[in-house]
């Protein structure tokens, strides 16, 4: 049943079926990795952890975008007033019945992805 490797001096065993059988056998009969009785505990306390962590970070980014687009917009209305230089109360008024259409627009997109990531959000249950 032993042969001998020449080229590397060590020896090879060729092993019938039943031989391979009987050591996968005994192999698994040893107790080579032992599972504590608390695992499944210890597993679904550390995925609710994940859970948690995913959830919040998800929450920060969604008001962090929400907070810089609520930024965004007086920011852009404020640069649009220093471009076109009004001089009173009058000039304000007259720019904003000039521009009413694209500021109402703005607005409405706004809340309309709003409302969209909402409800998208429940039809694929990424919200609670």
């Known amino acids: 049943m032993k042969k001998i ?9 060729e092993l019938d079926d039943h031989a391979i059988d009987a050591m996968i056998q005994e192999a698994m009969t040893d ?3 032992v599972i504590p009785e608390d695992f499944a505990d210890k597993m679904e306390i550390k995925a609710k952890q994940i859970n948690l962590y ?3 970070k998800n929450e920060f980014l969604k008001h962090a975008a929400l907070f810089g687009g609520a930024i965004l917009m007086p920011l852009i209305a404020l640069g649009i007033f220093y471009y076109y230089e009004p001089k009173s109360l009058n000039g304000i008024v007259s720019f904003l019945d000039q521009f009413k259409w694209i500021l109402l627009a703005g607005i409405i997109m706004f809340f309309a992805i709003q409302l969209a990531d909402s409800w998208v959000g429940k039809k ?5």
Do not use: V
């Open 54 to 56: 995913r959830f919040w």
């Open 31 to 33: 107790d080579l990795l």
């Open 124 to 128: 694929l249950r990424l919200n609670s």
């Open 5 to 13: 490797n020449k080229e590397f001096g060590m020896h090879n065993f």
